[in-house]
C-alpha cells in the first residue's frame, strides 16, 4: 500500500473511531439518564401505589380485588426493574468500549453481487438508538470469521445453521480510547501483527485479557462446543489460562441472563494465582467466577479443626468405598447428639429412630436426605417448644438494650403470646445457629464410625473422609453448572474423583501441562481422562502446541526436556532476544558470587525478576544467602505479584506465572537429578522465563542440560 493510500486509510479510520467514540459517551450518558428516569418514576408509581392500594378481606370478592392489586404493584415494580437492568447492560459494555472501542475490522460479502459489510469488533457489543450494530461483540457467532484466520471464502454457525461469506479484509487496531495509534492489514491472516505488538509490551503484574489476539488453536478452546468434560493439554506459554478465562466470558455471552458467576468455579492453583487472573473478566465487564484453591473447596467440608492433608489418595481406596457403601446398614453407633449452646437438642437415639423409619431404603444418598428432612423438622418443633417457654422470654427480657435492638429492631415487650414467640423463635435461631448449620450438613452422621465400621480402619485422609460423606448423604453442590481446573496435572485420581462427584451436575474445562506435572503422586494425562470418563461418559481433548510468553531460544531450551516426538511439534512466536546464560560454578564462594551480580545485573536491567527455587524452606535461606548487600522480596502465598523487581518464589507458587527475568539458582546434579520428575520440575522452572534466562549451578550441572 503507498504512503498516500495508507494515510488516507488512516485518517478515515481515524475518523470512524471519532465518531463512534462520540456515540459510546452518549450512549452512555442516555443510559444514565434513563436509569434516573426509571428510578424516578419507580418511586412515584410506589407512593401511588401505596396510596391506593386498600388491603382489606372483609369478603371473598374483596380478598381477590386486594390480591389482584398486589400483583399489579409487583409487575410494575418487576418492569421497573427490567427496564433498568437493560440500561445497566448497556453502560456496562459503554464502560469497557469506552478504553478501546474496537480492536479489529472484517469486510464480509454475504452474497454475490451485493454490497460488502463492514463490521467492528470489540470487547462488548453495542447498538446505537437505530439498533444499528456500533460495535460487534468478541463473541458473537460472526466474529469468528476474525479469529479462524482465513482470508477469502470462510464460514460461521450461527443459530445452528453454516453462514458461507468471503472475507475481503482483516484489519487490525491499536488504539486507546478515541486515538488511533496504528493498523495493520493482513492479505494472509497468519502472521498477526497485533500479537506481535502486544507480546513486545512485555508482562504485567496482572493477566491482560487476549480477546484481540485469540490465535486459531486458542479459539477452537474457547468456542468449543458446551460437552460435559473438555481435556487440554498445551505446553507451557500457550495461554491456557488466558483461555480458560476467556472461555468463562464466551459461556457468560451464550448463556446471558441464565447463568450466574456463583454457578462457575475456577479452581486455582495457589492463592497468588488467583490474585494474578482476578482483573480479565471484570475488565472484560463480567464478574469474577468463584475462584478456590483445593484447600479453600474442601476445608468447610471437613469437620472444624481438621486440616486438608495430603491429597494423592489411590483411586482404588475410593473405589473400595463405593462398594462397601451399596451393602452398608447404619448402627446407632453411627449417629450423634445435635448439642448447641449446651442444650441437647437431638439425641442420637432419636435420630435412630428416625433412621428405622426409612429401613427399607438402602443407607445412602436418598435415605439421608430423607433423614435430614424429618429431624430438621424435629429441631424446629423443639425450637418452637423452646420459644414457648417463659424461661426463654426471661432469657431474652435480661439480655441487654442493645442486644435486644439488634435481634428485633425494638425493646422486647411483646404484647401477645404469639408476639412472644415469633420473637423467642428469632432469638433461638442465633442462639442455635451453629445446630441448624450441623442438621443443613447432616453432622447427626458420625463418618469416623462409619468408617471404623465400613472399611475396618480409622484414621481416613481428608479427602477420603468427604468422599465418604458424599456416598452416604449425596453431599455435593448440584447447582455449579461449569467448574475450570487450572494446572489439572496437579492433582491426584483421589482429588479429581472428589471434584467430579462434588460438581455432580457441572460441565468441567480441565488445563493443564503434562509435563509440569512437579508432585509426586499425581494423575497421569490418561487417569485423568479415566476419572473422567467413569464420572461422565466420554471426554473430549485439544492441544495448544504454540509457545507466546518465550523467546524462540528459551522455548527451544524447554521443549528439549519435553518427551521424545513433542518437541518437533512446539512453535514460539516471541520475537528473540539474548539466549540463555549458564554459569557452572567450581565451589560454593564462587557460586555465591555469580548469584549476586546476576541479582544485581537483574536489577539494573528492571522489570520483574523471579528466583525460583524447588521448594519453600529454600526461599527464605537463599533470600539470607544474598545478604543485606542484594536486597530481595520473599514472595508468599498471601502476596500478590509485585509489577517490577526481584522476588524469590518456590516453584509451585510460580507455576502458571511469567516474569521478565529468571534466575535459576542452582541447577545441578543435585538439585535436578536425571528422574522424570526432575526433568517435569526443571521444564516448569525454565519456561516461567519470558526475555531473559540464567542458570547457575552450584557444582556440575545436572545431566538434563548437560548437552
Not at 460472526?142 to 453454516?162: K, L
Amino acid at each position: 500500500m503507498s504512503r498516500e493510500n495508507a494515510d488516507a486509510v488512516f485518517a478515515a479510520e481515524q475518523a470512524h473511531l471519532s465518531e463512534t467514540y462520540g456515540k459510546l459517551e452518549k450512549i452512555g450518558r442516555d443510559a444514565l439518564a434513563a436509569m434516573d428516569a426509571v428510578a424516578a418514576q419507580a418511586a412515584e408509581d410506589k407512593k401511588n401505589m401505596a396510596d391506593e392500594l386498600a388491603v382489606n378481606f372483609a369478603t371473598w370478592d374483596d380478598i381477590l380485588e386486594t390480591h389482584a392489586d398486589i400483583v399489579a404493584m409487583n409487575n410494575i415494580i418487576e418492569a421497573h426493574d427490567m427496564a433498568n437492568s437493560v440500561q445497566a447492560e448497556r453502560l456496562r459494555a459503554v464502560e469497557v468500549l469506552l478504553r478501546e472501542p474496537y480492536f479489529a475490522k472484517i469486510v464480509l460479502q454475504f452474497k454475490e453481487g451485493q454490497p460488502a459489510k463492514e463490521l467492528y469488533i470489540g470487547s462488548a457489543g453495542v447498538s446505537d438508538e437505530n439498533y444499528r450494530r456500533l460495535v460487534v461483540d468478541w463473541r458473537s457467532p460472526v466474529a469468528e470469521v476474525y479469529y479462524n484466520q482465513t482470508m477469502g471464502p470462510t464460514s460461521y454457525v450461527a443459530d445452528g445453521r453454516t453462514i458461507r461469506v468471503d472475507l475481503q479484509l482483516r484489519r487490525q487496531f491499536e488504539i486507546e480510547e478515541d486515538r488511533l495509534i496504528t493498523y495493520f492489514d493482513s492479505d494472509v491472516a497468519i502472521e498477526d501483527k497485533l500479537l506481535l505488538a502486544s507480546l513486545a509490551r512485555g508482562r504485567s503484574a496482572h493477566m491482560q485479557a487476549i480477546t484481540a489476539t485469540i490465535q486459531r488453536e486458542q479459539n477452537l478452546v474457547v468456542r468449543h462446543e458446551d460437552v460435559p468434560v473438555l481435556q487440554v493439554a498445551g505446553i507451557a506459554g500457550s495461554g491456557k489460562t488466558s483461555v480458560l478465562m476467556q472461555r468463562i466470558a464466551y459461556l457468560f455471552y451464550q448463556h446471558r441472563g441464565a447463568l450466574d458467576p456463583t454457578q462457575v468455579y475456577l479452581i486455582s492453583p495457589n492463592p497468588v494465582f488467583g490474585r494474578y487472573i482476578d482483573r480479565v473478566l471484570p475488565d472484560l465487564g463480567e464478574r469474577n467466577p468463584e475462584i478456590l484453591t483445593w484447600e479453600e473447596f474442601l476445608s468447610p467440608l471437613l469437620p472444624e479443626g481438621r486440616g486438608v492433608g495430603e491429597g494423592d489418595v489411590p483411586l482404588s481406596r475410593l473405589r473400595a468405598i463405593d462398594e462397601a457403601v451399596a451393602s452398608f446398614e447404619f448402627a446407632r453407633t453411627d449417629f450423634r447428639d445435635i448439642v448447641s449452646a449446651g442444650v441437647r437438642l437431638i439425641g442420637g437415639d432419636a435420630v435412630e429412630k428416625v433412621s428405622a423409619k426409612f429401613a427399607n431404603l438402602p443407607a445412602g444418598p436418598h435415605r439421608a436426605t430423607l433423614m435430614g428432612e424429618e429431624l430438621t423438622n424435629r429441631l424446629t418443633a423443639r425450637l418452637k417448644s423452646l420459644a414457648a417457654q417463659e424461661s426463654t422470654h426471661d432469657e431474652i427480657a435480661s439480655l441487654s438494650v442493645d442486644e435486644q435492638l439488634r435481634l428485633f429492631g425494638e425493646v422486647f415487650d411483646p404484647q401477645s403470646d404469639e408476639e412472644a414467640r415469633s420473637l423467642a423463635m428469632t432469638y433461638l435461631e442465633e442462639k442455635h445457629a451453629d445446630a441448624l448449620a450441623a442438621m443443613a450438613s447432616m453432622d447427626w452422621l458420625n463418618v469416623d464410625r462409619v468408617a471404623a465400621r465400613l472399611l475396618g480402619r480409622e484414621g481416613l485422609t481428608s479427602v477420603e473422609w468427604v468422599y465418604l460423606k458424599m456416598a452416604l448423604t449425596g453431599l455435593g453442590n448440584p447447582e455449579a453448572r461449569y467448574v475450570m481446573i487450572d494446572e489439572a496435572q496437579d492433582y491426584s485420581e483421589g482429588q479429581l474423583a472428589v471434584l467430579a462427584r462434588y460438581f455432580r451436575r457441572a460441565h468441567f474445562l480441565l488445563l493443564g501441562d503434562p509435563n509440569q506435572a512437579i508432585f509426586e503422586g499425581t494423575a497421569t494425562w490418561d487417569e485423568m481422562r479415566a476419572v473422567f470418563e467413569q464420572e461422565r461418559g466420554a471426554v473430549s481433548s485439544c492441544r495448544l502446541m504454540t509457545s507466546y510468553r518465550s523467546t524462540p531460544a528459551i522455548t527451544d531450551l524447554f521443549a528439549r526436556l519435553l518427551p521424545e516426538g513433542e518437541a518437533m511439534e512446539v512453535a514460539s512466536v516471541q520475537r528473540e532476544a539474548p539466549a540463555p546464560e549458564v554459569i557452572v560454578c567450581a565451589g560454593a564462594e564462587e557460586w555465591k558470587a555469580a548469584l549476586a551480580d546476576a541479582v544485581r545485573v537483574a536489577r539494573e536491567a528492571g522489570g520483574l525478576t523471579a528466583v525460583i527455587v524447588p521448594w519453600k524452606s529454600d526461599a527464605k535461606r537463599l533470600a539470607k544467602t544474598l545478604g543485606d548487600a542484594v536486597s530481595v522480596t520473599v514472595l508468599g502465598e498471601g502476596d500478590s505479584l509485585p509489577g517490577a523487581g526481584i522476588v524469590v518464589v518456590p516453584l509451585a507458587l510460580a507455576k502458571g506465572l511469567e516474569f521478565d527475568r529468571v534466575i535459576i539458582p542452582d541447577a545441578s546434579a543435585r538439585a535436578f537429578p536425571e528422574t522424570d520428575l526432575a526433568r517435569r520440575r526443571l521444564y516448569t522452572t525454565l519456561s516461567r522465563a519470558t526475555r531473559h534466562l540464567t542458570i547457575l549451578s552450584n557444582g556440575e550441572i545436572t545431566e538434563l542440560l548437560a548437552h
